[in-house]
Nanobody, 127 residues
Framework: QVQMVESGGGLAQTGGSLRLSCAAS????????VGWFRQDRGEEREGREF???????????IYADPVKGRFIISKDKVKKMVYLQMNDLKPKDTGLYYC?????????????????WGQGTQVTVSS
């Protein structure tokens, strides 16, 4: 069983930065991928907004258009960690951020493709 644990959320001002961390545990193969999703208050899992994803073996991450050029996703395979560096934050980035694990099924922009979810970490950006 794979477990995901997020950390690093908090409060930032517009234009500021935060770095989120995601620790994965359990058996992870090279087909594994980790995605970050943002959820507004009251949304269901299916409504979570894709932010970024990275696969364990491929070097090229993918990003949602609203975060391109501002957020950077990276990984440390040895430590089984994935990071989301969030720069030039905007109030619309506010939300509960989840990291999720995908066992290699593809469809990385869609919440339904992920089997393993963390508990979320809150990011609040003040104007």
């Amino acid at each position: 069983q794979v477990q995901m644990v997020e950390s690093g959320g908090g409060l930032a001002q517009t234009g500021g930065s935060l770095r989120l961390s995601c620790a994965a545990s359990g058996q992870i193969f090279d087909t594994f991928a980790v995605g970050w999703f943002r959820q507004d208050r009251g949304e269901e899992r299916e409504g979570r907004e894709f932010v970024a994803a990275i696969t364990w073996s491929a070097p090229t991450p993918i990003y949602a258009d609203p975060v391109k050029g501002r957020f950077i996703i990276s990984k440390d395979k040895v430590k089984k960690m994935v990071y989301l560096q969030m720069n030039d934050l905007k109030p619309k980035d506010t939300g509960l951020y989840y990291c999720a694990g995908n066992g290699g099924s593809g469809g990385l922009a869609y919440p339904i493709a992920y089997s393993y979810w963390g508990q979320g970490t809150q990011v609040t950006v003040s104007s």
